[in-house]
């Protein structure tokens, strides 16, 4: 049963992988892509990996892709068609495609399926939560860390690219909005 | 006797046992999941009717009127026949929508609010999937229906439509941040993500309780935050009637906006749950310390009333507050967020941190 939502599952990621770059209609795209990544987190569910798939939707599908679907909103007209690409853009974009897909086969090609490994268990919320901020061998506080500081610092460039307001108007005579 | 109302375990077990000796394992799993969700549809129109049903009375109180009367006693028939109205209604349907997406949109928001009730434990053994990260599983799954709220608006190709998206999407972003740090602070308490794990820690008493004075911020942060999160009045800009006519469901009409209304008050069932599965228990009854006669007399009342007692009461006070407080500015809106509830937010977390450390809770 589980084999068969699994292929079911691959096959819409397959098609709706060059839906998303094969439409003409950019929210449509996105929402193709939506299909991908949902769909990618129900296989992440069926292998176990529960705490990778809510991640995946938290920020994938809930985070970045309401993200883009927000920017198409705010700049896109709904008769807005893209063009098709000239020919040997598109061609030159499926070798890259296809030269990606040939590299993951051949790391993958002598893979085993973690869950043929006997006495696998699905990871412990809790044992990742400990990985997660343990400095020991194994241990990945240093990469938390450095991306939060990497958040830290597109925070405050968030902030400075919104607030022009401050840097334009210094003039006293200039009484700013209560906002 | 199999079927007992303070333990469905039982009831659960005999229906698998006895499906499963006259149908393969596979099948098995196909009518269990026809079960269910014949189960959860039901739960979802009864909740749909009742709550509608609810809202008009609730209003009607507050505003010293009636509320629906005609139809049936004190009115109790009018959301079924309003149903059947919606049904009969003509799909319209705009001509230069985009209409994939218009028709998809209603769906994304109802199987949003679908997937997460599927994580709801409503008494012990009458819980579908207990998930070892529970409570982010359904904060994740509820961050999907804001994409059908903005695909919708956008795919109507209407000003109000598209303006009651974007307010919608931004609102959402924002309080969902606060709703996610509420639920954390009381995480740091459970250290558990797992619902029935979070339930069985308050055992002795509710966290609201337990964890003294930032659960009981977390509880009021959670609760307006949540509130925002539903687009629910005070904070319902997105679909403010009287400055876009309806806001990102203005073109839809018959059972596509059916959906839309029907999928904001699952969304609030799901809203209350979790409140109370996080601060008031879950389906356990109210108790006070270990053993004593208070909680015998509690524990009689069976969990699966405790628990809908708990979530209508949650559900009561925010249609309090949606009748009694004036709709919010978008600055002022923002302002809420940003400058007040997110940085009180960061401190009751770390207050709540520094107690669990000391072990300050009961």
Known sequence: ?179 | MVFNIYDFTGLTEWIHEGLSRSLSPGLTLVVEWALIGAGLLTLVALLGLVLIYLERKVSAVIQQRMGPMRVGPWGMTQTVADVLKLLLKEPLMTRNADKFLFNLAPFIVMTASFLALGALPFALGLHIMDLNIGILYITAITSLGVIGILLGGWASNNKFSLIGAIRSGAQIISYELSVSLAILSIVVLTGSLQISEIINTQQNGWWLFKGHIPALIAFVIFLIAGIAELNRGPFDLPEAESELTAGFHTEYSGFKFAFFFLAEFINMFILAGVGAILFLGGWLPLHFGIDNSFNHVMDFIPPIFWFFGKIFALILLMMWFKWTFPRLRIDQLLKLEWKYLLPLNLLNILLMAFIAMQGWYF
Do not use: C
């Not at chain 1, 809930?62 to 679907?69: K, P």
């Not at chain 1, 993951?104 to 973690?114: E, N």
């Not at chain 1, 869950?115 to 194994?138: H, R, T």
């Not at chain 1, 990497?150 to 607030?163: F, P, S, Y």
């Open chain 1, 1 to 179: 049963m589980e084999q068969i939502i699994t292929y079911i599952l691959l096959a819409l990621m397959l098609i709706f992988s060059v839906m998303t770059v094969t439409s003409g209609r950019i929210l449509r795209s996105a929402v193709y892509l939506l299909t991908v990544l949902v769909a990618t987190a129900a296989i992440y569910f069926i292998m176990q990996y529960q705490f990778l798939a809510a991640v995946q939707i938290t920020l994938y599908a809930g985070g970045i892709v309401v993200l883009i679907i927000f920017s198409i909103l705010l700049t896109h007209h709904i008769e807005h068609r893209m063009e098709n690409p000239v020919f040997w853009k598109a061609m030159i974009s499926a070798l890259a495609a296809l030269g990606a897909v040939a590299m993951i086969a051949w790391v993958l090609k002598d893979a085993q399926s973690i869950q043929n490994v006997a006495g696998f268990i699905p990871p412990k919320m809790e044992d990742i939560g400990m990985a997660l901020l343990s400095y020991g061998k194994q241990g990945y506080v240093l990469p938390f860390e450095v991306i939060s500081v990497l958040l830290l610092a597109a925070m405050i460039g968030a902030i400075a690219v919104a607030k022009p307001a401050l840097l334009q108007f210094k003039n006293k005579n200039f009484k700013q909005d209560d906002q």
